[in-house]
């Protein structure tokens, strides 16, 4: 008898347990006490004693000897990385790179607006970039450059004038960091890159030291220790985007998908780790016993680890759920509001109309995963453990900030006067109305004369 890796559930027929279990993956070991006391010790320990401390947690986490004045990656190791990568990877970086550039060139078109809402009234913005910016880039399950393409390119492009990054170096080795990587900081012009353990460097990157500088926003996605080091740092002033943690998937597809590229898409986020989960939702059981025919077949073909980490996120993380009909599949996808969604139907613009909540919704089978994961240019961190709902993908948008913009004329703050005035009395603030009728004495707007 073929193996049946989807776990399947029939929403209709599940308890409140099953569905909350389903819902939360695991985040709750994001916040686990006895994993926040441990992380607390690093990001203390980085506080207080620098880059020493970064090079205890490199010796003890990531069992090599790196000593302080090693921690910043070398020119002669920005030069050696590119002989070290071939030139077809190389150009698929590059193809990458701009593809993220463009999207967010255009997001972040916009630096200022004003607009007259009322006559002698303009109220506008003034777009500018964050002071300084630390991203993190795993590196513990294999190398990943294109985190840093779609971390660092929105970061030049909003233009953030510091921009360090923090990786851990490649396992097993003596400290030496991916070269992938660094080929794609010298592709973005980023100069700044530091060897660190997970939570070590982003602690480093919060508090500043001998070596690393201080940034005032810090993201990246990273395991549950990784989060909550970001978490952590959180108390402390250093600014960051929750929660960049293990992959995720929803696929909603009727019975017009076709079932061998649906296994495929299934694999897809599934292969990335044991925390990882996919999910097909389908309004067809039919659909859901062929799915699992070939998703067994393609299982096999699946080296190790790949393979053990994908029957963890499909039958144990995630599955199939079986829904009445698309209407309570968009419901069960917006309760779940995953980090990627896959929409497989009839009708893919009708289904989309009924989402809210995702961090990213890409629509047919000819825009798989993979190809958002790299090359199509939208984001690719994204919110997972069901932020989708408050937050969203880390783009240009992510690096800049907003100032407000104002403009009053004498005749707009005198037809205004009394509301301010009203608001000022009733919140008891004597000073705020003393400021508007100092404009308006004797009817001059403040200028004095009549």
């Not at 073929?2 to 279990?21: F, M, S």
């Not at 919060?206 to 940034?215: L, M």
């Not at 404009?439 to 004095?448: A, C, F, N, S, V």
């Amino acid at each position: 008898m073929r193996t049946r890796p989807l776990a399947v559930i029939n929403w209709r027929d599940a308890d409140e347990g099953t569905r909350a279990r389903l819902l939360s993956r695991g985040t709750d070991r994001i916040f686990d006490p006895e994993l926040r006391e441990s992380i607390v010790e690093i990001v203390e320990d980085v506080r207080e004693n620098g880059d020493a401390a970064v090079s205890r947690a490199l010796a003890r986490f990531d069992n090599c000897d790196v000593p302080p004045d090693r921690l910043r990656v070398t020119e002669q190791e920005f030069s050696a990385a590119r002989s070290a990568v071939d030139a077809e990877l190389q150009e698929a970086l590059r193809v990458a790179i701009a593809g993220i550039r463009a999207f967010n060139e255009h997001l972040a078109r916009e630096r200022e607006w004003r607009v007259e809402i009322r006559p002698g009234l303009v109220v506008g913005e003034k777009v500018t970039p964050i002071a300084s910016a630390g991203l993190f880039v795993p590196s513990g399950k294999g190398s990943f450059p294109s985190v840093l393409a779609q971390l660092g390119a929105p970061a030049v492009v909003a233009g953030v004038p510091e921009i360090a990054v923090v990786v851990p170096p490649v396992p097993g080795g003596s400290g030496e960091v991916d070269p992938a990587v660094l080929c794609v900081a010298q592709e973005l012009g980023i100069a700044q890159v530091f060897r660190a353990n997970g939570p070590a460097g982003v602690a480093a990157l919060a508090f500043g030291t001998e070596r690393i500088p201080r940034v005032r926003k810090v993201l990246g996605p990273g395991s549950p220790p990784v989060q909550v080091a970001q978490i952590e740092c959180q108390r402390f002033g250093t600014h960051t985007q929750v929660l960049l943690g293990p992959s995720e998937s929803l696929i909603i597809a009727d019975d017009s998908a076709d079932v061998d590229i649906l296994a495929a898409d299934l694999l897809n986020e599934a292969e990335h780790g044991p925390d990882s989960s996919s999910l097909l939702v389908t309004d067809s059981e039919q659909l859901v016993a062929d799915v699992q025919d070939a998703v067994a077949e393609r299982l096999g073909r699946l080296p190790e680890p790949r393979r053990s980490y994908a029957l963890q996120a499909l039958g144990v993380n995630g599955g199939a759920i079986v829904t009445r009909d698309l209407v309570e599949a968009t419901d069960v996808a917006n309760a779940y509001a995953p980090e990627h969604m896959l929409v497989v139907t009839r009708d893919d613009e009708a289904v989309l109309g009924r989402l809210e909540h995702a961090g990213e919704i890409l629509l047919g089978q000819h825009t798989p995963i993979s190809a958002a994961n790299y090359v199509l240019g939208v984001p690719a961190a994204l919110p997972t453990g069901g932020f989708a709902r408050v937050t969203s993908g880390v783009t240009a948008e992510s690096f800049l900030k907003r100032t407000s913009i104002a403009r009053a004329d004498a005749g707009v703050l005198r037809a205004l006067a009394p509301a301010i005035v009203a608001l000022s009395d009733h919140e008891g603030f004597p000073a705020h109305a003393a400021a508007v009728r100092a404009r308006l004495q004797g009817g001059d707007g403040g200028t004095g004369r009549p």
